[in-house]
């Protein structure tokens, strides 16, 4: 089923569910019901919902589905959203709640493009409040996350390596409707603290790799990591210092490390106004990269000549939280920001294919169309959508690795949207 129209998914730690003047709100949970996709799309992106309206779910039997009625969960913060990045024929996202209050989960999605239902299964994470997660790239079960713990009255930030049950990790199972008390616990690998750098903030696989370099940042510092037989062990094999308040890159794409030994390869002094929040590699050209921060702007790069951005995007009205190339098509870019907004943009000037997808000589026989080829005028950069079925701020936004039209993005409120890319711009783009 190919229909534009999002598909919502919410985390929270009871089922809640709300129902006044013909809108209906259901946040999915540790006891998740399946969400669906009851209304017809517009061909806006955000409207023609029918009856969801941009919230998502049906109420369960017991509930019913006729009169007013409100639930007095609350919703289960999130920050962490990644692609479970190994799996490359199921689309499947790996969410991270965000209490103090209660024991933390990580929510596995599966999303049924067909029928457009999503399937989930909860892992505990009983170690802390989730900041960041991220999947290895050869390995499904296998995850990583940084999250807080308190000891001594302080707050720490640690990250550890997981593994899921093996019977997740293909997502074949559903959770029960039902039980708290039944979710699986995930299985700790290794921890990638070194208590003499500072706090963790995030965890970065070696994106070619077998899964066994991850580097962390950690305060003011980056830590190269080997993981050893079966991740179960980590050992620290560098660390290199980070000053100043500008971006400072320490490894190109091509090349992570040479001999274990970090070589800075350039760095970029103010690439923002305020803080840097996010940045993302160009997947398709090695030498480009996007970044985001508080001044609510998105840059785009050339690392061969830093003294000022290629390209710069101001379609946030508040700081940009998450920034992502598509891996296959390139000049689609995503971005979300805590004006509670996502933006895919079409950065094609600045892509792989500015002039949009040629043809070989050899696939053209009419000599007129080979020169209608050949004359194209580089395509423009715009907006292609902004989606604004959250209602919170969006910290997280990432494309689905089996699926290249196809992308998450998540806000504080646990509110999980799936979106398409417009069948439209889907169609021009490969024709």
């Not at 940042?217 to 290199?240: G, M, N, Y």
């Not at 000037?349 to 043809?359: A, D, K, M, N, Q």
């Not at 009419?366 to 292609?384: C, F, G, R, T, W």
């Amino acid at each position: 089923m190919e229909d534009d129209a999002p598909v919502i998914y919410g985390l929270e730690f009871q089922v809640g569910l709300e129902e006044t003047g013909g809108r209906c709100r259901l946040w999915l949970t540790r006891t998740c019901k399946r969400a669906h996709t009851d209304g017809k799309d517009s061909g806006l992106p955000g409207q023609g919902l029918g009856r969801r309206d941009q919230l998502g779910g049906w109420p369960s039997k017991a509930e019913g589905r006729h009169g007013p009625q409100r639930a007095s969960a609350r919703p289960a913060g999130a920050r962490a959203l990644t692609p479970q990045t190994a799996e490359t024929d199921a689309i499947r996202f790996l969410v991270g709640t965000q209490s103090l209050k209660y024991d933390n989960q990580i929510h596995i999605i599966d999303f049924d493009d067909e029928n457009n239902i999503i399937n989930k299964n909860v892992l505990l994470h009983q170690a802390g409040e989730i900041w960041h997660i991220s999947a290895s790239p050869a390995d499904k079960g296998v995850l990583a996350t940084c999250y807080n713990k308190t000891s001594d009255s302080r707050v720490q930030a640690c990250a550890a390596v997981w593994r899921m049950p093996k019977e997740l990790e293909s997502g074949s199972h559903e959770s029960p409707d039902d039980p708290a008390s039944n979710a699986q616990t995930l299985e700790l690998l290794c921890h990638l603290d070194n208590g003499a750098h500072g706090n963790v903030a995030c965890v970065v696989w070696e994106p070619m790799g077998d899964g066994k370099k991850v580097i962390s940042l950690a305060d003011s510092h980056i830590l190269l990591w080997d993981l050893q037989a079966s991740s179960s062990q980590a050992v620290h094999i560098h660390a290199v210092g980070l000053s100043g308040s500008f971006l400072r890159f320490i490894f190109s794409t091509p090349c992570l490390y040479s001999d274990g030994l970090y070589c800075q390869i350039y760095c970029i002094e103010n690439a923002h106004g305020q803080l840097v929040r996010d940045l993302d590699f160009n997947p398709n050209k090695q030498y480009y990269l996007a970044s985001c921060g508080d001044d609510c702007k998105v840059k785009f790069w050339d690392t061969r000549n830093v003294t000022e951005p290629v390209k710069t995007l101001e379609e946030h009205s508040h700081w940009v939280w998450s920034v992502r190339y598509n891996h296959s098509h390139d000049q689609l870019v995503l971005t979300g920001s805590s004006d509670s907004r996502v933006i895919l943009s079409n950065m094609v000037s600045i892509s792989s294919e500015p002039f949009g997808h040629l043809v070989d000589d050899d696939d053209v026989s009419d000599p007129e169309e080979h020169h209608a080829e050949k004359s194209k005028e580089p395509l423009q950069d715009n907006v292609i959508a902004t989606y604004e079925e959250q209602e919170d701020s969006v910290y997280a936004v990432d494309w689905a690795s089996a699926d290249p039209w196809l992308f998450a993005s998540l806000s504080y409120d646990g509110r999980l949207v799936i979106n398409r890319v417009p069948r439209a711009l889907k169609y021009h783009i490969l024709l």
